[in-house]
Protein backbone atom coordinates (compact mmCIF):
# COMPACT_ATOMS: atom_id res chain seq x y z
CA UNK A 1 0.00 0.00 0.00
CA UNK A 2 1.25 3.45 -0.90
CA UNK A 3 1.26 5.57 1.86
CA UNK A 4 2.90 8.94 3.38
CA UNK A 5 2.78 10.00 7.02
CA UNK A 6 3.63 13.31 8.19
CA UNK A 7 5.08 14.51 11.34
CA UNK A 8 7.46 16.42 13.16
CA UNK A 9 4.79 19.47 14.04
CA UNK A 10 4.01 21.09 17.08
CA UNK A 11 4.08 24.75 18.98
CA UNK A 12 7.34 26.92 18.42
CA UNK A 13 8.25 30.04 19.40
CA UNK A 14 8.97 32.91 16.28
CA UNK A 15 12.28 32.08 15.71
CA UNK A 16 12.70 28.74 16.26
CA UNK A 17 12.98 25.57 14.16
CA UNK A 18 11.44 21.90 13.37
CA UNK A 19 12.11 19.39 11.49
CA UNK A 20 9.25 17.61 9.65
CA UNK A 21 9.30 14.19 8.81
CA UNK A 22 7.94 11.81 5.72
CA UNK A 23 7.90 8.45 6.00
CA UNK A 24 6.82 7.20 3.06
CA UNK A 25 5.85 3.21 1.97
CA UNK A 26 5.15 1.32 -1.13
CA UNK A 27 7.63 2.96 -2.98
CA UNK A 28 10.81 4.69 -3.15
CA UNK A 29 11.48 8.01 -2.74
CA UNK A 30 14.48 7.73 -4.24
CA UNK A 31 12.75 7.59 -7.77
CA UNK A 32 10.07 10.07 -6.83
CA UNK A 33 9.84 13.65 -7.00
CA UNK A 34 8.81 14.99 -3.61
CA UNK A 35 7.00 18.06 -2.12
CA UNK A 36 6.35 19.42 0.78
CA UNK A 37 3.00 21.64 1.03
CA UNK A 38 1.21 23.49 3.48
CA UNK A 39 -2.30 25.20 4.00
CA UNK A 40 -3.33 27.91 6.65
CA UNK A 41 -6.20 28.59 8.13
CA UNK A 42 -8.67 30.02 4.99
CA UNK A 43 -6.11 30.07 2.61
CA UNK A 44 -5.39 27.93 -0.18
CA UNK A 45 -2.69 25.19 -0.51
CA UNK A 46 0.65 26.62 -1.66
CA UNK A 47 4.03 24.87 -2.48
CA UNK A 48 6.50 24.96 0.27
CA UNK A 49 9.37 23.08 -0.85
CA UNK A 50 10.39 20.31 -3.62
CA UNK A 51 13.28 17.72 -4.20
CA UNK A 52 13.44 16.18 -7.46
CA UNK A 53 14.64 12.61 -8.65
CA UNK A 54 18.24 13.69 -9.81
CA UNK A 55 20.88 15.56 -8.37
CA UNK A 56 18.58 16.07 -5.37
CA UNK A 57 17.77 19.78 -7.37
CA UNK A 58 15.73 21.76 -4.81
CA UNK A 59 13.16 24.50 -5.25
CA UNK A 60 11.13 26.61 -2.77
CA UNK A 61 8.26 28.46 -2.43
CA UNK A 62 8.97 32.69 -2.01
CA UNK A 63 7.80 32.17 2.08
CA UNK A 64 10.60 29.64 2.44
CA UNK A 65 13.56 30.85 0.70
CA UNK A 66 16.41 30.80 2.53
CA UNK A 67 14.76 29.66 5.86
CA UNK A 68 13.66 26.17 5.17
CA UNK A 69 15.89 23.27 3.43
CA UNK A 70 14.10 19.89 1.77
CA UNK A 71 15.93 16.33 2.03
CA UNK A 72 15.32 12.73 1.11
CA UNK A 73 17.21 9.82 3.32
CA UNK A 74 16.65 7.03 0.57
CA UNK A 75 18.12 4.48 3.43
CA UNK A 76 15.02 5.37 5.52
CA UNK A 77 12.75 6.11 2.27
CA UNK A 78 12.06 9.37 4.15
CA UNK A 79 11.55 13.16 3.21
CA UNK A 80 12.33 15.96 5.63
CA UNK A 81 12.01 19.82 5.82
CA UNK A 82 13.74 21.47 8.60
CA UNK A 83 12.33 24.98 8.85
CA UNK A 84 14.50 27.54 10.64
CA UNK A 85 13.82 31.19 11.70
CA UNK A 86 10.10 30.34 12.17
CA UNK A 87 7.72 33.16 11.57
CA UNK A 88 4.01 33.25 12.89
CA UNK A 89 2.96 32.87 9.01
CA UNK A 90 4.40 30.19 8.83
CA UNK A 91 1.54 28.32 10.90
CA UNK A 92 -0.06 25.94 8.70
CA UNK A 93 -1.00 21.98 8.23
CA UNK A 94 2.49 20.74 6.28
CA UNK A 95 1.58 17.81 3.84
CA UNK A 96 4.22 15.80 1.94
CA UNK A 97 3.19 15.11 -1.55
CA UNK A 98 4.66 12.47 -4.31
CA UNK A 99 3.81 12.78 -7.71
CA UNK A 100 -0.06 11.98 -8.50
CA UNK A 101 0.88 8.62 -10.69
CA UNK A 102 2.46 7.20 -7.13
CA UNK A 103 -0.59 8.97 -4.62
CA UNK A 104 -3.32 10.96 -5.54
CA UNK A 105 -4.50 11.55 -2.27
CA UNK A 106 -3.40 13.83 0.55
CA UNK A 107 -2.39 12.43 4.21
CA UNK A 108 -3.71 14.09 7.12
CA UNK A 109 -0.30 16.57 7.03
CA UNK A 110 1.34 17.74 10.49
CA UNK A 111 0.45 20.91 11.96
CA UNK A 112 2.84 23.76 12.85
CA UNK A 113 1.80 26.51 15.00
CA UNK A 114 4.25 29.85 15.68
CA UNK A 115 3.43 31.42 18.23
CA UNK A 116 4.70 33.01 21.54
Known amino acids: QVKLVESGGGLVQPGGSLRLSCAAS????????MSWYRQAPGKERELVAH????????TFGDSAKGRFTISRDNVKNMVYLQMNNLKPEDTAVYFC?????????WGQGTLVTVSS
Open 97 to 105: RAPPNILDT
Open 26 to 33: GFSVSSAA
Open 51 to 58: INTRGFST
